[in-house]
């Protein structure tokens, strides 16, 4: 896990990076120096050391730093960055699928899925997502072990880089003098090829390869101290409700300047007709014509006193949920009904929408009318509905 959007100075790629990863009786240290080429990195120091204190590293937030810090200067190995690597035991870890969405959508739905799911207090936990094969890894690590760790860290000198969870899978093969894991190539230092190269010190390895490559595994979400619960739908759905509110002033503020523009012609009209007698016949085609002028205003301010507030519409819809169905567009018909248009992962869950909608949406006038669902070539649903408020 990184924390790029906690720390600003995480986007630079320092020289030497010291990975830890942190046991529950010892520390296990590997210094990553970075060469000229951009994928070769050399392991200058690589060290495992036993834990003295009678708890756990990650529970004495006064004795971890200290102890780290005698390690660094004893062995001269580097702490102005270093990317930490806790136990998956911590985290509070679970896989979901989601749908191709964009960064940011997908950042708003991760986050209020973890929000929903995760069994700690609001406010008491950092969250965190990533990619793990073809689905996503969702975690939150509490803040005791998180947000308090790192302030202790800082305060005693140490620069915090990333932090990130043990993988599931981690694996790098060594051939002679180097270790090879994706892209990078990894040479090891003369005291380095002595080591044992465990499991263990290869978390410490992994969590130092993170900072040059954030995208694997799991990335903390950017978090504020007090979490808002925002659905995917609320984005568009408050969006949509701007441009409605824009068009519907432009076309009175429009229909007002013609009714200004009729009334000026019509009183041009009359003084003619006063003036001509020969020209009756014309003005009595321009009165018709004022007739009309003023059934419509009187037509268009029905309108707005009965037209129906799409704040209500939007609300009534944001009040059913149901996962794994999306609504993607919105479309006002000219009879007045509402044409909705998305994607639902089966007809499961799209049925199960339907019943929610028509059950709890207080606004609807009719049940839901499902006019169109098929299926695309990765098996997702494409709907549409009809909806009359």
Not at 105 to 132: C, K, M, Q, S
Request: proline share 4%.
């Amino acid at each position: 896990m990184q924390l790029s959007e906690f720390m600003p100075f995480f986007g630079a790629k320092p020289n030497r990076v010291l990975g830890v990863f942190v046991s529950a009786d010892a520390l296990f240290l590997v210094e990553l120096e970075q060469t000229g080429e951009a994928d070769r990195f050399r392991v200058r120091q690589a060290r495992e050391e036993k834990w003295r204190g009678m708890e756990a590293p990650w529970e004495n937030r006064a004795a971890f730093p200290e102890n780290l810090m005698r390690l660094c200067v004893t062995y001269g190995l580097s702490y102005d960055h270093i990317s930490l690597c806790l136990p998956r035991e911590l985290f509070f870890v679970y896989e979901r699928e989601f749908p191709p969405l964009e960064r940011e959508e997908l950042e708003t739905a991760v986050r209020w899925d973890i929000e929903t799911n995760v069994p700690f207090d609001e406010g008491a936990y950092w969250p965190g997502f990533g990619r793990h094969e073809e689905r996503l890894e969702l975690a939150a690590l509490p803040s005791e072990y998180g947000r308090d760790l790192v302030n202790a860290m800082t305060a005693a000198g140490l620069g915090v880089s990333g932090m990130t969870m043990a993988p599931l899978h981690f694996s790098c093969r060594r051939e002679d003098s180097r270790l090879l894991w994706r892209d990078a190539a990894v040479e090891l230092s003369a005291p380095a090829r002595r080591e044992k190269w465990t499991w263990d010190l290869s978390m410490a390895l992994y969590a130092a390869l993170r900072v040059h490559y954030p995208s694997f595994g799991v990335e903390f979400l950017p978090r504020e101290e007090k979490a808002e619960r925002v659905r995917l739908w609320q984005t568009s759905g408050n969006i949509m409700l701007a441009g409605s509110l824009l068009l519907i002033s432009i076309l009175f503020a429009r229909n007002l300047w013609l009714l200004s523009a009729a009334d000026t012609q019509v009183d041009n009209l009359r003084q003619e007709y006063a003036m001509e007698a020969r020209e009756r016949e014309k003005m009595e085609g321009f009165a018709g014509g004022q007739a009309e002028v003023e059934g419509t205003e009187k037509a268009l301010r029905k309108l707005s006193a009965e037209r129906r507030s799409w704040y209500a519409v939007m609300s009534a819809l944001g009040t059913v949920g149901v996962d794994g169905v999306y609504l993607t567009e919105l479309d006002v018909q000219e009879d007045g009904s509402l044409l909705c248009v998305g994607r639902a992962t089966d007809h499961g869950h799209l049925i199960t929408y339907l019943e929610r909608l028509g059950n709890e949406a207080a606004e609807l006038r009719e049940k839901p009318l499902l006019k169109e669902s098929l299926a695309d070539e990765q098996g997702e649903l494409r709907f549409k509905l009809r909806l009359k408020f």
